[in-house]
């Protein structure tokens, strides 16, 4: 399993929604401030989410709702499309109940069956395009509660790209977290949000630590030239060990001139280990990722005093 992002970030987003950082709506030892969204409200990913490693993503919050939805529920609830813009799969609410409708060659919807516990809940969605056919279900708290699929023959690409749209919804009690999306099903494992908190040994960017860590799109670092990076020392992970992989994730833009090409590196014990060249447009901007499911340094596990004692960083490539 592969996290393509983890997003419990404003940067990532347009809209942006309203966050509160009332600890009673999301898990305060793992993210710093929960979404809450209201009715008829666009919210996007500023741009395609990095792609899969196959053709299946799985996409996945924590949603507190104050008593359960109730019957008075209804309205789009997300919308998922490819990387062109195609629209894949529809999530939507019927009487409270979260429910799934897949766009292929013809629409199919599955059933409506059960509604939001009130609390916290684990919500999942599983698209699939492979083989001719469109394929996406909703997983609630760790059951199975509506599927579709339908032939799709016009050529739609895997998913890239996550809309959550609250139109014709109530939902003034409800409170959105730890976004993530995975290229295979993430079980129970979540993800834990950490900042970059100082500079690290590497200081060529432009632009002060704050601007990564203050969630505001319009603070930025930056690079004049090919081969110039920095790095970071993160805030403190207190999260423990089982850690699956660990992700830098990070919104990238690119002015008229820029460089096409950069990558993600950990500097851990004084050397460098990089991720794979990614490519950018002139006067674009993308999510980007890279991740690392074992500490490159020695090839064994992550624990926390290993992802504390690493300093992620960016380079910016010809």
Known sequence: MTMLLGANDKVFWS???ATTTDVAFFDVARVDYAFNMVDAQNVTLNGNHPA?????????????????????EDGELALIKDAAGNSLVLVDMANGKPWVRVYGDSDV?????????AGHNDFKVKVDVSGGTISAEIWLNGVLISSASAAETSGKGVARHWTWQINDAIWGAQYFSEFGVYDAEPGTGRFTKVSPASDGT????????????DDDISTVVSADAAAQKSCWNMATYSGGSGIAELVVS???TAGAGAPGNFRFYLLIGGARYYGATQAISAGAGMLASESW????SDSLAWTATKVNAAQPGWEAMA
């Open 15 to 17: 809209g942006p929604p």
């Open 52 to 72: 899969p490693s196959g053709t299946t993503v799985w996409y996945s919050c924590r949603i507190y709702s104050a008593t359960g939805t109730g019957a008075a």
């Open 109 to 117: 919807t599955g059933a409506a069956t059960t509604i939001l516990s």
């Open 202 to 213: 590497d200081t060529d960017l432009t632009g002060a630590v704050g601007n990564l860590s």
């Open 250 to 252: 990070a919104w990238i």
């Open 293 to 296: 499911a074992l500490d490159p």
